[in-house]
T-cell receptor, first 116, second 109 residues
C-alpha cells in the first residue's frame, strides 16, 4: 500500500465549470475524510465517510459540493459551478477508527484547485 | 472558527536549539494530534495523545496535554533545518478532528 492517493495534483478551471477530484485511501482504513485548506490556514473539515456511508457534512459545504464513496473504496468530491472562492487545496485523509482505537489520519498530497 | 489555536504563529530558531509550540482549545476532546506540513504538501501525522495521557514522547518530539487548561505543547529538541515546516494541532471530537491555523517553524542552518 502506497498511502493515500489524490488525483489530479493540480486543477485550473474557469469559473462556472464543474470539477471532480478523486481520492484512493489506504485499503485497511474504514474512514475517509475531505478537508479544504487555504493559504495560511489550517485544514477545514468538509465531510467524512465510514465505509460507504457519509456520516457528516459541514455547513461550509454548499449544495454545489457533493461527495461519494461507492462501495466504501475510493471517493470523489465534485464541485459544480465553481467560484473563485473555491480556490484552495483539497485534502483527503483516511484513518482506521473503532471504539477507542484511533491513531491519527494519513493525508494525501492534496489537489490544488485554481478557479480563474 | 477553528477549535484549536496554535501559538506562536511563527517561530524562527537556529539549528540545534529547541522549538516549543502551543495549542489551546475550547471544548472537551477525545485526543489531540500534531501534524507537520511542508510547503505545498499534505500533512504528516507526528503524534497522538489521548485525553487521559499527560505526556508522550516520539524520538525528538515531546507532547504534553493539560486538559484542565485545555492546552497542549509540542517540543522539538535539537532542531534541524529539515524540521522547517508548519505544525498543526488537531482536536478530536465527535468522530472528526478540527485543526488550528498552525505554527510556521523556520530552522536556520
Amino acid at each position: 500500500d502506497t498511502g493515500v492517493s489524490q488525483d489530479p495534483r493540480h486543477k485550473i478551471t474557469k469559473r462556472g465549470q464543474n470539477v471532480t477530484f478523486r481520492c484512493d485511501p489506504i485499503s485497511e482504513h474504514n474512514r475517509l475524510y475531505w478537508y479544504r485548506q487555504t493559504l495560511g490556514q489550517g485544514p477545514e473539515f468538509l465531510t467524512y465517510f465510514q465505509n460507504e456511508a457519509q456520516l457528516e457534512k459541514s455547513r461550509l459545504l454548499s449544495d454545489r459540493f457533493s461527495a461519494e464513496r461507492p462501495k466504501g473504496s475510493f471517493s470523489t468530491l465534485e464541485i459544480q459551478r465553481t467560484e473563485q472562492g473555491d480556490s484552495a487545496m483539497y485534502l483527503c485523509a483516511s484513518s482506521f477508527r473503532t471504539g477507542e482505537g484511533f491513531y491519527g489520519y494519513t493525508f494525501g498530497s492534496g489537489t490544488r484547485l485554481t478557479v480563474v | 472558527s477553528q477549535q484549536g489555536e496554535e501559538d506562536p504563529q511563527a517561530l524562527s530558531i537556529q539549528e540545534g536549539e529547541n522549538a516549543t509550540m502551543n495549542c489551546s482549545y475550547k471544548t472537551s476532546i477525545n485526543n489531540l494530534q500534531w501534524y507537520r506540513q511542508n510547503s505545498g504538501r499534505g500533512l504528516v501525522h507526528l503524534i497522538l495523545i489521548r485525553s487521559n495521557e499527560r505526556e508522550k514522547h516520539s524520538g525528538r518530539l515531546r507532547v504534553t496535554l493539560d486538559t484542565s487548561k485545555k492546552s497542549s505543547s509540542l517540543l522539538i529538541t535539537a532542531s534541524r533545518a529539515a524540521d522547517t515546516a508548519s505544525y498543526f494541532c488537531a482536536t478530536d471530537r465527535g468522530g472528526k478532528s478540527t485543526f488550528g491555523d498552525g505554527t510556521t517553524l523556520t530552522v536556520k542552518p
